[in-house]
């Protein structure tokens, strides 16, 4: 049994082996403009790694391995890091929130959704790192809804500086893999 209650863990994938299927499934080429305004020859379509089960299996057993044992609850940033979440959920036995952008103008109008209690120890999700501003305000409204931010584990760390951004705003941070890592 594994410190987070798992009976079966999942299998490891070989990191580089991960990190080529990740590229064969998203790396696109073109003229891109990211979320953060800023232009790019190259695009992670996290879209097309979060969709496919196998692959979204294979990253939340690498992820798995980079969860804090002290980790209460993990927080995935809506739309793009909810699939990451539930997937590093399942494969950890951690009970997950949804940070929304914007609260819904309707039904309870919550910018948490899910049970987050004052204190939990959270670890925020993220599928690509550019700039980290989606991150930190995601672990920003954790904070402000009575949560401790544990620090930010992302996927990929395009080496914008996203990694510098985070740990200014006093959050730790991880990714899985880094642009150069992966050869891009």
Do not use: C, M, W
């Given at each position: 049994m594994t410190e987070h209650g798992l009976t079966d863990p999942p299998q490891r994938p070989d990191h580089a082996a991960l990190g080529r299927e990740?590229?064969?499934?998203?790396?696109?080429?073109?003229?891109?403009?990211?979320?953060?305004?800023?232009?790019?020859?190259?695009?992670?379509d996290k879209y097309r790694f979060e969709t496919k089960?196998?692959?979204?299996?294979?990253?939340?057993?690498?992820?798995?391995?980079?969860?804090?044992?002290?980790?209460?609850?993990?927080a995935g940033t809506e739309l793009g890091a909810v699939a990451l979440a539930a997937a590093l959920s399942l494969a950890t036995n951690?009970?997950?929130?949804?940070v929304r952008k914007f609260s819904k103008e309707y039904s309870?109008?919550?910018?948490?959704?899910g049970e987050l209690a004052?204190?939990?120890?959270?670890?925020?999700?993220e599928d690509v790192i550019?700039?980290?501003?989606?991150?930190?305000?995601?672990?920003?409204r954790v904070v402000?809804?009575?949560?401790?931010?544990l620090g930010i584990l992302a996927v990929v760390d395009r080496e914008e500086?996203?990694?510098?951004?985070?740990?200014?705003?006093?959050y730790g941070y991880t990714a899985l893999f880094t642009r150069s890592e992966l050869g891009i």
């Open positions: 990740l590229l064969d499934a998203s790396l696109l080429r073109g003229d891109f403009v990211l979320s953060s305004g800023a232009r790019s020859d190259y695009y992670l089960p196998s692959l979204l299996r294979n990253l939340a057993a690498g992820l798995a391995r980079l969860v804090p044992p002290e980790t209460d609850r993990l951690l009970p997950f929130i949804i309870t109008s919550n910018l948490i959704e004052a204190g939990d120890r959270v670890l925020v999700i550019t700039t980290g501003a989606q991150s930190i305000k995601a672990a920003d402000e809804a009575g949560g401790r931010v500086g996203g990694q510098a951004r985070i740990t200014e705003a006093g």
